[in-house]
């Protein structure tokens, strides 16, 4: 049981940073419903282990790394979970470098200046792995540093090195894919509303001409 006086030093310290928990955590389950069941389960976990909490420690990367490992807890229950493989760096340039290319190539790139990029990287994170999505999420949404997201995921800096880098290249590969299809529905709505030239052309009059003798 918790005493008293934890529990007012807990609220005190973990309260402030609830929205920015919530975010996180709407960001790793890309739903509305189940992230707040996630908040709930963070916080109710990370109350329970207060005791391990050292003082004078950040609260919210903290409270980060309580709501990270719950969602990996709730997701190996439900038996989504797959490990991050160990990429090969080399590799992973190679390809960046090659979609990056045909981008450029076939327009993409050019249609990916012009797009809203909110509502594509919202469907673009929610398509990452979680492994991957966490640490773009830590890094390039939160603005964490690859030493604090790697407290927060509790692996190597190096493993945060290699993960962000691949999270970024696919991130990169849907949102090449996604501007494809975005300009492909554009010039498809384009046909729909423009006129036909036939239905241009003036109408024949009823009226026939009234002949002459």
Same mark, same amino acid.
């Given at each position: &049981? ?12 973990? &309260? ?16 509305? $419903? ?11 976990? /990370?109350? #329970? ?29 439900? /038996? ?24 450029? =190539? $076939?327009? /993409? ?5 012009? &797009?809203?990029? #909110? ?16 640490? /773009? ?28 880098? #691949?999270? =970024? ?18 010039? #498809?709505?384009?046909?729909?509303? $423009? ?9 024949? $009059? ?8």
């Amino acid at each position: &049981m918790q005493h008293a006086s934890d529990v007012v030093a807990f609220e005190r310290l973990t &309260m402030p940073h609830l929205a920015e928990v919530a975010r996180f955590a709407r960001a790793l389950t890309r739903d509305a $419903s189940r992230a707040d069941d996630l908040v709930q389960e963070t916080y109710l976990q /990370a109350l #329970r282990g207060w005791h391990t909490f050292q003082e004078g420690s950040d609260p919210r990367r903290w409270l980060f790394a309580v709501c990270h490992h719950t969602f990996l807890r709730t997701i190996r229950r439900e /038996a989504r979970y797959v490990e991050a493989p160990d990429d090969d760096p080399e590799l992973e340039s190679l390809a960046t470098a090659v979609a990056h290319w045909n981008a450029q =190539r $076939s327009g /993409a790139a050019e249609i990916v200046e012009r &797009m809203d990029l #909110r509502a594509a990287i919202d469907r673009a994170l929610a398509a990452l792995p979680p492994h991957y999505r966490g640490v /773009a999420v830590l890094v390039d949404v939160e603005g964490q540093s690859y030493e604090e997201a790697a407290l927060v995921l509790d692996v190597a800096v190096g493993t945060v090195r290699s993960r962000l880098f #691949r999270a =970024r290249r696919l991130l990169q590969d849907l949102l090449f894919e996604h501007a494809r299809d975005w300009e492909l529905a554009r010039t #498809r709505a384009s046909r729909a509303v $423009s006129p036909s030239p036939s239905s241009l052309a003036p109408a024949a $009059s009823p009226l026939r001409p009234k002949e002459t003798t």
